[in-house]
């Protein structure tokens, strides 16, 4: 009983030492744990960022903007004279002379009007005729018992009232003939006809063919496309841009790869309250008539721009009550909310005119939450992320610089410079 009773307490005291050391050992691996968690949730309380640097800007910015294109010259054109279209001679994109005749106007009743005014004067002359001999007879018997001055000075008065009536009535004739020469309805200019809104038949007058779709409308329209206007709206950080000697290129829809060259004409001189853009024109020759009016075309400025400007990419600006900010990391990884001015966009990026060097590292797409003294750790940049943008920007600039160059299409022969 002895021997059972002391291996007994052998076990017993092996047990509790077992106990006791797993119990140890599980609360020691829970500290570690703790500790470990606590540590992680230190650092992961610390956010991540990551840094970009400011860059030179471009020595060039690239402007593509929507443009609309006019002719020259456009003149629709409309009867003078109320009749019915005999005939048209010119359709849809014609090429014309100044002086064609485009259409011929059958008008009866004024030709019968020009008869009567032509006969009228023929009544006017022969009484201006019979009228200035009668006053020279009388003048003749003046100083004579046979008539009296009054009645002579009456006849005198009478051949000079004939003769004004003979000038009106040769000025009615000459109205009726130049009304005559708008029956055939001509060209006003060189150019190209780019409607036809009448027909055989057609009853006209001077509002217009009042046969076309129950509507006064004109009769063609004529438009010279020799040379071309182009208007376009550029927006007012670029207006700097807008004085004489500037150059731009055009890219048209239906001709890919080709560039056409323009110059620049005039501005309005004034932004539009509403887009902060001012009309623009310019000016392309278009000899070989490959550009038509009412086309849409792409306007490619090339404007100069400071490369000693700082640029950032537009997702590292913070937008707060305080102002436009950018969040700067200081040695002691904290950060830092400066304040800045920013200069021109220029798409992806954007100028900063003061209130960071060129040594900052800079947040970049900070979160809202990021707060000034705040502590944080800089990570590395997710692979094609964070690039070089300024050098990317530089390349995409040359790249399209280079395919403009390679592409431009020489002005047509006979084009003035």
């Known amino acids: 009983m002895a021997g059972f009773s002391r291996k007994t307490k052998i076990i017993t005291i092996a047990v509790v030492i077992g106990i006791v050391l797993y119990t140890g050992i599980e609360l020691m691996q829970r500290h570690d744990t703790v500790h470990e968690l606590a540590k992680e949730a230190i650092e992961s309380s610390i956010p991540r960022v990551q840094c970009i640097q400011p860059q030179p800007g471009p020595k060039v910015r690239n402007l593509i903007l929507p443009g609309d294109i006019y002719a020259w010259y456009q003149a629709p054109i409309y009867a003078q004279v109320s009749g019915y279209v005999q005939k048209w001679y010119k359709d849809y994109g014609a090429t014309v002379q100044a002086g064609d005749v485009l259409a011929t106007i059958e008008t009866p009743s004024l030709d019968a009007e020009y008869e009567a005014a032509k006969a009228n004067l023929n009544v006017a002359r022969t009484r201006f005729e019979l009228a200035k001999v009668t006053a020279q007879r009388w003048k003749a018997l003046s100083g004579t018992k046979a008539v009296s001055q009054q009645e002579v000075d009456v006849q005198v008065a009478n051949a000079k009232v004939q ?3 003979v000038d009106a009535a040769s000025h009615e004739v000459a109205r009726y003939e130049a009304l005559q020469a708008f029956k ?3 060209s006003p200019f060189n150019g190209v006809v780019t409607s036809r809104l009448t027909d055989i038949g057609d009853f006209v007058n001077n509002n217009g ?14 438009a010279d496309i020799q040379r071309l206007r182009v208007f376009v709206n550029v927006p007012q950080d670029y207006s700097s841009i807008l004085k004489p000697g500037l150059k731009a290129e055009l890219t048209a829809l239906q001709y890919p790869g080709r560039i056409f060259k323009a110059n620049f004409l005039t501005s309005a001189r004034a932004f539009s ?8 024109e310019l000016t392309v020759d278009n000899v070989s008539h490959l550009l038509w009016p009412g086309a849409f075309v792409r306007v490619h400025f090339i404007a100069p721009s400071d490369p000693h400007v700082l640029i950032v990419p537009e997702q590292a600006l913070i937008f707060r009550a305080q ?14 909310l400066r304040n800045i001015e920013l200069g021109n966009n220029l798409g992806k990026t954007v100028q900063v005119l003061s209130g960071i060097s060129k040594t900052d590292r800079i947040v970049n797409n900070p979160s809202a939450g990021l707060l000034d003294g705040q502590v944080v750790k800089i990570v590395e940049s997710t692979p094609g992320y964070n690039d070089d943008f300024h050098a990317t920007e530089q390349a995409t ?6 395919a403009l160059k390679q592409n431009s299409v020489q002005p047509d022969e006979g084009q003035q410079p």
């Open 163 to 165: 003769k004004a009536l």
């Open 184 to 186: 055939s309805i001509r």
């Open 209 to 222: 063919d009042l046969s076309h779709q129950g509507k006064a409308t004109e009769l063609f329209t004529v």
């Open 397 to 402: 600039s040359k790249t399209d610089a280079a």
């Open 273 to 280: 309250v509403a887009t902060r853009t001012v009309t623009t």
């Open 323 to 336: 102002g436009m900010q950018l969040a700067v990391v200081g040695s002691d990884n904290r950060i830092k």
